[in-house]
DNA sequence: TCCCCGATTAACT
DNA sequence: GTTAATCGGGGAG
């Protein structure tokens, strides 16, 4: 399998989100296991987008974000929550597509013990899901995707384009107009409402 | 310093 | 459908 280059990320976020569903999710735990999950379901996170951590400037959370693409954005949220993102666009621009939620492919004895649950079809459901699964926390914020050891993404079979749905983002409540979160329609996204499929190419 | 609330989840009714 | 859990970020003062 080979790994996404970093010119897959240095496009625009809109762009990049549609892109990943299909391709494999890879993290390679310290023990040497390595886990692997087909994504299913981003969302876009642009410039001058008020729903976008990076709207407001950087900070000593978001920085990562401002720094070039290809590398893990980790963000803490509800005092109890992890999610990652992948930094996208042009280094600067604070662009970013948050992993929502995957099909569990390998270790997923592992991810159950993560989980604390065995249901499958709950190991990588939801953004803070899909970090617990996969032993992300602040500490691989910044890890690179693209030459790093510890996370990365690799080609897995693509997604029909006509399968790809669009709609608006989860938990935000600003800019709802704008359709971009992505999924396939399959029983590992977090949520199936909404979205016909996507006008997009 | 204080204070509100979040790119959520799980356990309820 | 509703709500508690739980705490760091960042805007206001």
Redesign the pocket.
């Known amino acids: 399998m080979s790994r996404l280059p970093r010119g897959f990320h240095a496009r625009a976020a809109t762009v990049v989100a549609p892109a990943l569903l299909g391709q494999v999710l890879v993290r390679r735990l310290p023990s040497g296991e390595e886990l692997r999950a087909r994504l299913v379901e981003t969302?876009a996170?642009e410039q001058d987008d008020p729903?976008?951590?990076?709207f407001?400037g950087i900070?000593?959370?978001?920085g990562v974000m401002f720094g070039p693409p290809g590398r893990l954005y980790v963000y803490?949220?509800?005092?109890?929550?992890h999610?990652m993102?992948v930094v996208v666009g042009r280094e600067g621009e604070g662009c970013?597509v948050?992993l929502r939620a995957a099909e569990p492919l390998e270790g997923l004895a592992v991810m159950g013990r993560a989980?604390g649950?065995d249901r499958l079809r709950?190991l990588c459901r939801?953004?803070?899901?899909l970090a617990q699964a996969f032993a992300v926390d602040r500490s691989l914020d910044g890890a690179d995707l693209v030459a790093g050891d510890q996370l990365w993404i690799e080609r897995g079979r693509s997604v029909d384009p006509m399968d790809v749905r669009s709609g608006p983002?989860?938990?935000?409540?600003v800019a709802t107009e704008r359709p971009w979160r992505f999924w396939v329609d399959e029983p590992w996204v977090?949520s199936r409402r909404w979205g016909p499929v996507s006008a997009r190419s």
Do not use: K, Q, W
């Not at 729903?51 to 990076?54: G, Q, R």
């Not at 803490?76 to 929550?81: E, I, K, L, N, R």
């Open positions: 969302e996170y729903a976008s951590h990076a407001r900070t000593a959370r978001n803490f949220t509800y005092g109890m929550h999610c993102n970013a948050l989980r649950t709950d939801g953004p803070a899901r983002r989860v938990g935000i409540r977090s």
